[in-house]
């Protein structure tokens, strides 16, 4: 059992995820060396998971492994990079051996599946707390960033929105999913990086962002970079089984169009590549659906079936908002 702190790195971090020929020197050193391919530029993101705030104390080690990198990795798939690095900065209570190997079996099997090695990091102790930086490749001139829409543009996104949100009503007792319990708070914590139809699609948008504050906060962020605005036809907006119900049965569009920790993608797309983007995305084991367009006006407004405006409550998640 490691005892030390260059042990306990040498033992836990030292090998883990994929192992790429890129890196020319990982963990171990002062600084790793990397290599970054001709022609590509380097896609860069960092997201920190604080207790308390962003996850419940005593949550499963091995789910935060598996979701502190998935954060990243959504980052990655919404500029439509393909991931290669990370690094993590981990700040632990204290050294709990069991802990640390499930928070790394969690994070390893992601890095894997993406071919991701983690080059290194920081161990200090604290209040817990966990930092992941990814870094990602993509050709040069073909990022899809925020400012890309235009009006007439479509919207769309991946999967299902809304789950996380409810899982968390959930677990706070403020609602009964039934037998939809176990699959939400599976979408809480165990989101899955959109990473692949992110690379399929990507030639294709115009802009995009990963929805990790709710549809209306985080394509808001595209459209004010974008200088424009949006309708959402609610009618539209996947829902998950668990989701639909709770909709049939409170009617809070506040869920799945306001509430964070989805980490679906949203992709704005031109009309004249509709088609072709709705051929590929049908081959994506993720689906795709389309909410909406591009509006020059500024704001956005959301309808019912019957073309009627729908005033949603609230806005996304903001840390220093007001309360
Ligand atoms: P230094 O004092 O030079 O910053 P450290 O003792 O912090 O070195 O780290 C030693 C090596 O271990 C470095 O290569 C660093 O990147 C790596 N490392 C430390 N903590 C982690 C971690 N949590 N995950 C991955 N690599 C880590
Ligand atoms: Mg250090």
Redesign the pocket.
């Known amino acids: 059992m490691p005892s030390s702190?260059?042990q306990l790195?040498e033992h836990h971090?030292s090998h883990l995820g994929a192992i790429r020929e890129d890196v020319l020197l990982g963990?171990?050193?002062?600084c790793?060396l990397l290599q970054v391919p001709k022609g590509k530029v380097l896609a860069v993101s960092l997201d920190t998971l604080v207790e308390g705030v962003h996850f419940l104390p005593g949550v499963d080690p091995e789910s935060l492994g598996h979701k502190s990198l998935a954060v990243n990795l959504s980052d990655l798939a919404a500029m439509g990079a393909e991931p290669a690095w990370a690094?993590?900065?981990?700040t632990l209570p204290r050294v709990d051996e069991a802990w640390i190997e499930a928070f790394c079996r969690g994070f390893a099997q992601l890095a894997n599946r993406y071919r991701l090695q983690?080059v290194?990091?920081?161990?200090t102790r604290g209040p817990l707390a966990i930092s992941v930086q990814v870094h990602g490749f993509v050709e040069a001139g073909q990022a899809l960033r925020r400012d890309g829409a235009r009006s007439g543009d479509l919207i769309y996104v991946s999967g299902t929105l809304g789950d996380a949100g409810l899982a968390l009503q959930a677990a706070a007792g403020e609602y009964d999913p039934g037998p939809y319990r176990t699959e939400l708070q599976a979408r809480l914590d165990r989101p899955q990086p959109r990473i692949e139809p992110a690379l399929a699609l990507r030639h294709l948008a115009s802009a995009a962002i990963d929805l990790s504050d709710g549809l209306l906060a985080d394509l808001g962020h595209v459209c004010q970079r974008s200088a424009c605005g949006a309708r959402l036809e609610l009618s539209s907006i996947p829902l998950s089984p668990a989701l639909d119900r709770f909709i049939q049965e409170q009617g809070d569009w506040g869920v799945p169009l306001a509430s964070g920790d989805d980490y679906e993608l949203c992709l704005v797309v031109p009309r004249g590549r509709q088609a072709e983007f709705e051929r590929i995305a049908a081959g994506q084991e993720t689906p795709f659906s389309r909410v909406g367009e591009i509006e020059p006006a500024p704001g956005i407004r959301c309808y019912d079936a019957a073309g009627k405006p729908v005033q949603i409550g609230r806005g996304g998640y903001d840390h220093f908002g007001p309360t």
Do not use: M, N
Not at 120 to 123: E, M, N, Q, S, V
């Open positions: 702190e260059f790195i971090f963990v171990g050193d002062d790793a690094t993590l900065a981990l983690l290194g990091g920081d161990t």
